[in-house]
């Protein structure tokens, strides 16, 4: 256990976009500098009760720029992340990274030992 309260040093996994929707959607949004709603929509298959629901509680964390227009006479919405995003998706993923690292090497160890014995 560590001094922090058990907690181990290093990428802390983000509970905001740890959910595989929210992943999903901050990934897919990654690597735009902005997709209209219907784009995100289709492409991480979500329904338009759940991407609204991701996008306010992404935007509310500060992750997601949501900007509302018009093309002619047709509402439309548009998303992008946000540099905090950009920073909070980098970093969770590298937790996840972590996380997997680990658990490889605690496999190998094993397995190592186990040959050993």
């Given at each position: 256990m560590s001094a922090d309260g058990g907690r181990a040093a290093?990428?802390?996994l983000d509970e905001v976009i740890h959910h595989?929707?929210?992943?999903a959607v901050s990934a897919f949004?990654?690597?735009c500098v902005e997709a209209d709603f219907a784009t995100v929509r289709e492409r991480c298959g979500l329904s338009d009760s759940a991407l609204s629901k991701i996008a306010t509680a992404l935007e509310s964390a500060g992750y997601v720029r949501i900007?509302?227009?018009?093309?002619?006479?047709?509402?439309?919405?548009?998303?992008s992340l946000s540099p905090?995003?950009?920073?909070?998706?980098?970093?969770?993923?590298?937790?996840?990274?972590?996380?997997?690292?680990?658990?490889?090497?605690?496999?190998?160890?094993a397995t190592a030992a186990d040959a050993r014995s």
């Open positions: 290093g990428p802390a595989p929707s929210r992943l949004l990654s690597a900007r509302k227009g018009h093309v002619g006479r047709r509402p439309r919405t548009w998303l905090a995003g950009r920073d909070a998706l980098a970093g969770h993923i590298a937790a996840l990274q972590a996380i997997a690292d680990s658990a490889r090497n605690a496999g190998a160890a």
